[in-house]
């Protein structure tokens, strides 16, 4: 990730925050990769569908940290995640 918009996006939704907890639910309302830039932008990040298509791509990439059952749990529960699983749908 070069934009560091994105940076900030992870580092905010992830996790148990309030921006987490708002995403993950807004996710589902999403039919479209705009949606989310869309979204995104009325928070004051200025992030593109490419961008966004780019952090889903490294995160798909990227080795578990953690095992893989706790892992999914925590992507689950927070909108990071929940944002870069429907990207990858999409």
């Given at each position: 990730m070069t934009n560091?918009?994105?940076?900030?996006?992870k580092a905010d939704a992830s996790?148990?925050?309030?921006?987490?907890?708002?995403?993950?639910d807004a996710?589902?309302?999403?039919?479209?990769?705009?949606?989310?830039?869309?979204f995104l932008a009325s928070r004051g990040f200025e992030v593109t569908a490419a961008d966004l298509a780019d952090a889903a791509a490294d995160a798909d990439e990227a080795p578990a940290a953690q095992p893989e059952?706790?892992?999914q749990?925590?992507?689950?529960?927070?909108?990071?995640?929940?944002?870069?699983?429907f990207l990858r749908r999409n």
């Open positions: 560091p918009h994105m940076e900030r996006l996790g148990n925050t309030a921006l987490s907890a708002v995403l993950a996710v589902g309302g999403f039919s479209s990769p705009a949606d989310a830039v869309g059952e706790q892992a749990d925590q992507a689950e529960a927070d909108g990071y995640g929940a944002l870069m699983r």
